[in-house]
């Protein structure tokens, strides 16, 4: 079988390099085509001589996940679908800002974490995705997009949160936030690239020692008695743990802060009592905060808070000096919005026949 030259980061690619007795600069140029000149053909690569384009051609390829879909909101916001084999499908989405944007990526296909309100956790799991499979998103939608007239390139920020857990994903994960960061990739600021977990604290400690980068931390509840009911995680890993990994985060982070999700769930965490509790749980973290106004699918359970409670809830973290931001729901006509990535998971983890059946239970 062909060696996948998408799964290498730099290291991985002057390795391979040097097991056929090629210099360490040709995995640099080779990086710079694939990421920066989005070849994926080896003889597109004409600084290579002839004799090494043919070997390579013969041992490895640059293989990018297939393309099924790709679609653009009324708000601009792109989506595009991914290919990842026997029938699964994952889903990257572009979100653009005044000058730039933002890319979403996944991790996983599907979820194994379960959390009650995500329309992932609900699809089950099906398997980690692999390097090639993360960059490759990336690889894609920097096609796409292109660059400014400035020749900068259109995707200034990348966070880690579509579809999956990048933690549950470690070394694949790493390996891709390695070709953002890296000169001869994408060139990203460890400052712009944002990775979000549900609380893996083992794992949040291992990424502040081998690639601290910018973390997003989905807190969603203020005590754990709410939190174990909707991030099953918090059972092992409860808030006062969390707490603390978040400090130790913070002592290498690229930022002064770690920034909370925080989902509005109607009557579930979203009551001024919420927001007053949240105060004191965070009080020794600098933090902020993001509120995401709950993203409906079907058969979810829950509803949106309404804009009352929102602003309430706003109000009162502000007033104690917090910095509070309220996601603006965007790509909605194309199901682009958080927590709706939904692709197409071949569930391994018969998740979905237990939530119909607690949806039936539910009803009768
Ligand atoms: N697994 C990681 C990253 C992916 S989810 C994590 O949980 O952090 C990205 C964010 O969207 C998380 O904060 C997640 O809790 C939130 N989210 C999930 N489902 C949602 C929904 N239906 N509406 C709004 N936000 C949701
Ligand atoms: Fe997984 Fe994140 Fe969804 Fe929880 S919110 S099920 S951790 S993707």
Same mark, same amino acid.
């Given at each position: 079988?062909?060696?996948n030259?998408?799964?290498?980061?730099?290291?991985?690619?002057?390795?391979?390099?040097?097991?056929?007795?090629?210099?360490?600069?040709?995995a640099?140029?080779?990086?710079r085509?694939?990421?920066?000149?989005?070849?994926?053909?080896?003889?597109e690569?004409?600084?290579?001589?002839?004799?090494?384009?043919?070997?390579?051609?013969e041992?490895?390829?640059?293989?990018?996940?297939?393309?099924?879909?790709a679609?653009?909101?009324?708000?601009?916001?792109?989506?595009?679908?991914?290919?990842?084999?026997?029938?699964?499908?994952?889903e990257?989405?572009?979100?653009?800002?005044?000058?730039r944007?933002?890319l979403?990526i996944?991790s996983?296909i599907?979820?194994?974490?379960?959390?009650? =309100?995500?329309?992932?956790?609900?699809? +089950?799991f @099906?398997?980690?995705?692999?390097? !090639?499979?993360?960059?490759? /998103? %990336?690889?894609?939608?920097?096609?796409?997009?292109g660059v400014?007239p400035?020749?900068?390139r259109?995707i200034?920020?990348?966070?880690?949160?579509?579809?999956?857990?990048?933690?549950a994903?470690?070394?694949?994960?790493?390996?891709?936030?390695?070709?953002?960061?890296?000169?001869?990739?994408?060139?990203?600021?460890?400052?712009?690239?944002?990775?979000?977990?549900?609380?893996?604290?083992?794992?949040?400690?291992?990424?502040?020692?081998?690639?601290?980068v910018?973390l997003?931390?989905?807190?969603h509840?203020?005590?754990?008695?709410?939190?174990?009911?909707?991030?099953?995680?918090?059972?092992k890993?409860?808030?006062?743990?969390?707490?603390?990994?978040?400090r130790r985060?913070?002592?290498?982070?690229?930022?002064?802060?770690v920034t =909370?999700e925080?989902?509005?769930?109607? +009557?579930? @965490?979203?009551?001024?009592?919420? !927001?007053?509790?949240?105060? /004191? %749980?965070?009080?020794?973290?600098?933090?902020?905060?993001?509120?995401?106004?709950?993203?409906?699918?079907?058969?979810?359970g829950y509803?949106?808070?309404?804009?009352a409670?929102?602003?309430?809830?706003?109000d009162?973290?502000?007033?104690?000096?917090?910095?509070?931001?309220?996601?603006?729901?965007?790509?909605?006509?194309?199901d682009?919005?958080?927590?709706?990535?939904?692709?197409?998971?071949?569930?391994?983890?018969r998740?979905?026949q237990k939530?119909?059946?607690?949806?039936?239970?539910?009803?009768?």
């Open positions: 079988m062909k060696t030259l998408l799964n290498f980061d730099l290291n991985g690619l002057t390795q391979y390099f040097a097991q056929m007795g090629e210099k360490p600069f040709r640099k140029q080779v990086m085509w694939i990421h920066q000149s989005g070849a994926s053909d080896f003889d690569m004409t600084d290579l001589a002839k004799s090494l384009r043919a070997k390579l051609n041992n490895a390829v640059v293989e990018v996940p297939k393309l099924m879909t679609q653009e909101s009324s708000d601009g916001t792109r989506k595009w679908l991914l290919d990842v084999g026997t029938g699964n499908g994952v990257t989405v572009f979100i653009p800002e005044s000058e944007g933002t979403c996944s996983q599907g979820c194994a974490l379960e959390c009650t =309100f995500c329309s992932t956790g609900r699809q +089950g @099906n398997r980690n995705l692999t390097a !090639a499979e993360i960059i490759g /998103q %990336l690889w894609w939608a920097n096609k796409a997009l400014t400035k020749n900068e259109i200034s920020n990348v966070v880690m949160m579509g579809m999956g857990e990048p933690l994903n470690f070394d694949n994960v790493v390996t891709a936030l390695n070709i953002m960061l890296d000169d001869h990739g994408y060139g990203l600021s460890r400052r712009r690239v944002t990775v979000s977990t549900s609380g893996m604290i083992p794992q949040m400690d291992r990424l502040k020692e081998v690639m601290p910018a997003a931390v989905s807190l509840a203020s005590n754990d008695a709410v939190r174990d009911q909707i991030v099953p995680l918090n059972k890993y409860p808030l006062k743990e969390l707490m603390a990994a978040c985060y913070l002592e290498k982070a690229p930022r002064d802060f =909370f925080y989902v509005m769930l109607d +009557g579930v @965490n979203d009551q001024a009592q919420h !927001a007053r509790e949240l105060i /004191q %749980l965070v009080r020794d973290v600098p933090c902020k905060f993001n509120l995401i106004p709950f993203n409906s699918f079907p058969n979810s509803n949106r808070s309404t804009n409670n929102i602003q309430v809830f706003r009162i973290l502000q007033q104690a000096g917090f910095v509070v931001t309220v996601r603006k729901t965007r790509g909605d006509d194309i682009a919005a958080c927590g709706q990535l939904a692709g197409q998971v071949k569930d391994k983890t998740r979905q939530w119909q059946q607690v949806m039936l239970e539910q009803r009768g």
